[in-house]
T-cell receptor, first 110, second 116 residues
Framework: GEDVEQSLFLSVREGDSSVINCTYT??????LYWYKQEPGAGLQLLTY?????DMKQDQRLTVLLNKKDKHLSLRIADTQTGDSAIYFC??????????FGKGTMLLVSP | EAGVTQFPSHSVIEKGQTVTLRCDPI?????LYWYRRVMGKEIKFLLH????????ESGMPNNRFLAERTGGTYSTLKVQPAELEDSGVYFC??????????????FGPGTRLTVT
Protein backbone atom coordinates (compact mmCIF):
# COMPACT_ATOMS: atom_id res chain seq x y z
CA GLY A 1 0.00 0.00 0.00
CA GLU A 2 0.90 3.66 -0.21
CA ASP A 3 2.88 5.29 2.54
CA VAL A 4 0.63 8.33 2.81
CA GLU A 5 -3.01 8.25 1.74
CA GLN A 6 -5.45 11.07 1.15
CA SER A 7 -8.86 11.42 -0.39
CA LEU A 8 -8.47 12.92 -3.84
CA PHE A 9 -11.23 15.50 -3.94
CA LEU A 10 -13.30 17.68 -1.61
CA SER A 11 -15.93 20.22 -2.53
CA VAL A 12 -17.34 22.75 -0.07
CA ARG A 13 -19.27 25.99 -0.11
CA GLU A 14 -17.70 29.29 0.83
CA GLY A 15 -18.01 29.90 4.56
CA ASP A 16 -18.22 26.21 5.46
CA SER A 17 -15.45 24.31 7.20
CA SER A 18 -13.26 21.95 5.20
CA VAL A 19 -11.67 18.85 6.65
CA ILE A 20 -8.95 17.08 4.71
CA ASN A 21 -7.83 13.71 6.04
CA CYS A 22 -4.60 11.81 5.72
CA THR A 23 -3.25 8.51 6.98
CA TYR A 24 0.40 7.58 7.16
CA THR A 25 2.24 4.39 7.92
CA UNK A 26 5.58 5.21 9.50
CA UNK A 27 5.25 5.50 13.28
CA UNK A 28 8.78 6.92 13.49
CA UNK A 29 7.85 10.04 11.55
CA UNK A 30 9.02 13.10 13.43
CA UNK A 31 7.08 15.86 11.72
CA LEU A 32 3.92 15.88 9.66
CA TYR A 33 3.21 18.67 7.22
CA TRP A 34 0.46 20.18 5.17
CA TYR A 35 1.49 21.81 1.90
CA LYS A 36 -0.73 23.83 -0.42
CA GLN A 37 -0.27 24.05 -4.17
CA GLU A 38 -2.11 26.70 -6.13
CA PRO A 39 -2.33 26.44 -9.93
CA GLY A 40 1.02 27.11 -11.60
CA ALA A 41 2.82 27.54 -8.30
CA GLY A 42 5.11 25.45 -6.15
CA LEU A 43 4.22 23.83 -2.89
CA GLN A 44 3.81 26.20 0.02
CA LEU A 45 4.19 24.96 3.58
CA LEU A 46 0.91 25.71 5.35
CA THR A 47 1.49 24.22 8.73
CA TYR A 48 3.20 21.35 10.47
CA UNK A 49 2.84 19.34 13.66
CA UNK A 50 5.45 17.57 15.71
CA UNK A 51 4.69 13.92 16.32
CA UNK A 52 4.32 14.31 20.10
CA UNK A 53 1.51 16.84 19.70
CA ASP A 54 -2.21 16.14 19.36
CA MET A 55 -3.39 19.43 18.00
CA LYS A 56 -2.10 22.64 16.56
CA GLN A 57 -4.11 25.72 15.73
CA ASP A 58 -2.97 28.54 13.49
CA GLN A 59 -5.62 31.14 12.67
CA ARG A 60 -8.19 29.38 10.44
CA LEU A 61 -6.18 26.16 10.35
CA THR A 62 -6.45 23.35 12.87
CA VAL A 63 -4.30 20.24 12.62
CA LEU A 64 -5.30 17.13 14.55
CA LEU A 65 -2.97 14.17 14.97
CA ASN A 66 -4.04 10.74 16.17
CA LYS A 67 -0.75 8.95 16.51
CA LYS A 68 -2.31 5.66 17.53
CA ASP A 69 -4.32 5.47 14.31
CA LYS A 70 -1.65 7.34 12.28
CA HIS A 71 -4.30 9.78 11.18
CA LEU A 72 -3.77 13.46 10.43
CA SER A 73 -6.39 16.02 9.52
CA LEU A 74 -6.44 19.63 8.41
CA ARG A 75 -9.48 21.72 9.18
CA ILE A 76 -9.93 25.05 7.44
CA ALA A 77 -12.54 27.23 9.11
CA ASP A 78 -14.64 29.70 7.11
CA THR A 79 -13.30 28.35 3.82
CA GLN A 80 -12.83 30.98 1.12
CA THR A 81 -12.61 30.67 -2.67
CA GLY A 82 -8.94 31.53 -2.38
CA ASP A 83 -8.45 28.31 -0.43
CA SER A 84 -9.15 26.31 -3.59
CA ALA A 85 -5.96 24.38 -4.26
CA ILE A 86 -4.37 20.98 -3.92
CA TYR A 87 -3.39 20.09 -0.35
CA PHE A 88 -0.60 17.60 0.26
CA CYS A 89 -0.01 15.73 3.45
CA UNK A 90 3.64 14.78 4.03
CA UNK A 91 5.61 12.96 6.67
CA UNK A 92 9.25 13.45 7.46
CA UNK A 93 11.42 10.50 8.22
CA UNK A 94 15.02 10.72 9.28
CA UNK A 95 16.92 13.89 8.56
CA UNK A 96 14.89 15.55 5.90
CA UNK A 97 13.23 13.32 3.31
CA UNK A 98 9.56 14.06 2.85
CA UNK A 99 7.05 11.42 1.83
CA PHE A 100 3.93 12.89 0.26
CA GLY A 101 0.42 11.72 -0.40
CA LYS A 102 -1.27 12.13 -3.77
CA GLY A 103 -2.88 15.39 -2.76
CA THR A 104 -6.48 16.43 -2.13
CA MET A 105 -8.04 18.89 -4.53
CA LEU A 106 -10.21 21.32 -2.60
CA LEU A 107 -12.83 23.16 -4.61
CA VAL A 108 -14.64 26.02 -2.89
CA SER A 109 -17.78 27.26 -4.56
CA PRO A 110 -19.33 30.68 -3.87
CA GLU B 1 14.37 37.46 -1.33
CA ALA B 2 13.97 35.37 -4.48
CA GLY B 3 12.40 31.97 -4.06
CA VAL B 4 13.39 28.69 -5.64
CA THR B 5 13.33 28.99 -9.41
CA GLN B 6 13.19 26.26 -12.00
CA PHE B 7 13.79 26.26 -15.72
CA PRO B 8 12.14 25.49 -18.03
CA SER B 9 8.58 25.65 -16.78
CA HIS B 10 7.50 23.16 -19.42
CA SER B 11 9.42 20.87 -21.74
CA VAL B 12 8.05 18.62 -24.47
CA ILE B 13 10.50 16.12 -25.95
CA GLU B 14 10.37 12.91 -27.91
CA LYS B 15 11.20 9.55 -26.48
CA GLY B 16 14.92 8.93 -26.69
CA GLN B 17 15.91 12.59 -26.49
CA THR B 18 17.78 14.25 -23.67
CA VAL B 19 16.44 16.94 -21.37
CA THR B 20 18.16 18.95 -18.67
CA LEU B 21 16.20 20.63 -15.92
CA ARG B 22 17.68 23.39 -13.82
CA CYS B 23 16.99 24.49 -10.28
CA ASP B 24 18.27 27.61 -8.53
CA PRO B 25 17.74 27.31 -4.77
CA ILE B 26 17.30 30.16 -2.36
CA UNK B 27 20.64 31.84 -1.84
CA UNK B 28 22.48 30.40 1.15
CA UNK B 29 20.48 27.18 1.32
CA UNK B 30 22.85 24.24 1.53
CA UNK B 31 20.16 21.60 1.10
CA LEU B 32 18.65 21.00 -2.32
CA TYR B 33 16.08 18.35 -3.13
CA TRP B 34 14.53 16.97 -6.28
CA TYR B 35 11.04 15.45 -6.27
CA ARG B 36 8.81 14.17 -9.04
CA ARG B 37 5.06 13.87 -9.41
CA VAL B 38 3.82 11.55 -12.08
CA MET B 39 0.24 12.29 -13.17
CA GLY B 40 -2.27 11.28 -10.53
CA LYS B 41 0.33 9.89 -8.19
CA GLU B 42 2.10 11.12 -5.10
CA ILE B 43 5.10 13.42 -5.09
CA LYS B 44 8.14 11.19 -4.78
CA PHE B 45 11.55 12.06 -3.45
CA LEU B 46 14.41 11.66 -5.92
CA LEU B 47 17.53 12.92 -4.20
CA HIS B 48 19.04 15.32 -1.71
CA UNK B 49 22.19 17.42 -2.01
CA UNK B 50 24.04 19.01 0.86
CA UNK B 51 26.11 21.65 -0.86
CA UNK B 52 27.69 19.81 -3.78
CA UNK B 53 27.51 16.32 -2.23
CA UNK B 54 24.73 13.80 -2.74
CA UNK B 55 23.39 13.07 0.74
CA UNK B 56 20.68 10.66 -0.39
CA GLU B 57 19.92 9.50 -3.91
CA SER B 58 17.76 6.54 -2.97
CA GLY B 59 14.80 7.85 -4.92
CA MET B 60 16.49 8.09 -8.31
CA PRO B 61 14.56 5.70 -10.55
CA ASN B 62 17.41 4.44 -12.74
CA ASN B 63 20.71 5.38 -14.34
CA ARG B 64 19.03 7.44 -17.04
CA PHE B 65 18.76 10.18 -14.45
CA LEU B 66 21.82 12.22 -13.52
CA ALA B 67 21.79 15.05 -11.00
CA GLU B 68 24.62 17.45 -10.41
CA ARG B 69 25.26 20.43 -8.20
CA THR B 70 28.69 21.64 -9.10
CA GLY B 71 29.87 24.41 -6.80
CA GLY B 72 27.01 23.82 -4.45
CA THR B 73 24.75 26.44 -5.98
CA TYR B 74 22.30 25.56 -8.74
CA SER B 75 21.52 21.98 -9.68
CA THR B 76 20.71 20.21 -12.92
CA LEU B 77 18.78 17.02 -13.47
CA LYS B 78 19.43 15.34 -16.80
CA VAL B 79 17.28 12.59 -18.24
CA GLN B 80 19.00 10.65 -21.01
CA PRO B 81 17.43 9.00 -22.92
CA ALA B 82 13.94 10.05 -21.91
CA GLU B 83 11.16 7.46 -21.78
CA LEU B 84 7.39 7.93 -21.80
CA GLU B 85 7.11 7.08 -18.10
CA ASP B 86 9.41 9.98 -17.23
CA SER B 87 6.59 12.43 -17.94
CA GLY B 88 5.52 14.36 -14.89
CA VAL B 89 6.25 17.46 -12.86
CA TYR B 90 9.72 17.76 -11.39
CA PHE B 91 9.94 19.87 -8.27
CA CYS B 92 13.02 21.29 -6.67
CA UNK B 93 13.17 22.43 -3.06
CA UNK B 94 15.79 23.95 -0.82
CA UNK B 95 16.28 24.40 2.90
CA UNK B 96 18.81 25.79 5.33
CA UNK B 97 21.28 23.67 7.22
CA UNK B 98 21.54 23.53 10.98
CA UNK B 99 18.58 25.81 11.22
CA UNK B 100 15.13 25.35 12.59
CA UNK B 101 14.11 21.92 13.74
CA UNK B 102 11.25 22.03 11.28
CA UNK B 103 13.72 22.21 8.36
CA UNK B 104 11.18 23.87 6.13
CA UNK B 105 11.66 23.04 2.50
CA UNK B 106 10.83 25.81 0.04
CA PHE B 107 9.57 24.53 -3.26
CA GLY B 108 9.92 25.85 -6.76
CA PRO B 109 7.02 25.97 -9.23
CA GLY B 110 8.14 22.77 -10.93
CA THR B 111 9.05 21.78 -14.47
CA ARG B 112 6.39 19.92 -16.38
CA LEU B 113 8.08 17.31 -18.58
CA THR B 114 6.11 15.68 -21.36
CA VAL B 115 7.73 12.83 -23.26
CA THR B 116 5.92 11.87 -26.47
Amino acid sequence: GEDVEQSLFLSVREGDSSVINCTYTDSSSTYLYWYKQEPGAGLQLLTYIFSNMDMKQDQRLTVLLNKKDKHLSLRIADTQTGDSAIYFCAERRGYSTLTFGKGTMLLVSP
Amino acid sequence: EAGVTQFPSHSVIEKGQTVTLRCDPISGHDNLYWYRRVMGKEIKFLLHFVKESKQDESGMPNNRFLAERTGGTYSTLKVQPAELEDSGVYFCASSQSGGAIVNEQYFGPGTRLTVT
